[in-house]
């Protein structure tokens, strides 16, 4: 954060908003290709792995 407030200083507020959106937006593809995944089939070896409690189940 306190990177971020610095770059402010020097740049223009057009960069600040970039770098935090596409900070936000990798967090958010990381999290939802990991639920994904966990919803995915299982890899060889891992079909009877249990799910971590905070990924949803999805029906299909």
């Given at each position: 954060?306190?990177?971020?407030?610095?770059?402010?200083?020097?740049?223009?507020?057009?960069?600040?908003?970039?770098?935090?959106?596409?900070?936000?937006?990798?967090?958010?593809?990381?999290?939802?290709?990991?639920?994904?995944?966990?919803?995915s089939k299982r890899p060889q070896g891992w079909q009877n792995k249990e799910?971590?409690?905070?990924?949803?189940?999805?029906?299909?």
């Amino acid at each position: 954060m306190q990177y971020l407030l610095e770059i402010s200083n020097y740049q223009s507020p057009t960069l600040v908003v970039l770098v935090i959106v596409g900070v936000v937006g990798f967090i958010a593809a990381v999290s939802i290709g990991s639920i994904a995944w966990y919803n995915s089939k299982r890899p060889q070896g891992w079909q009877n792995k249990e799910r971590p409690d905070f990924v949803a189940k999805i029906d299909k």
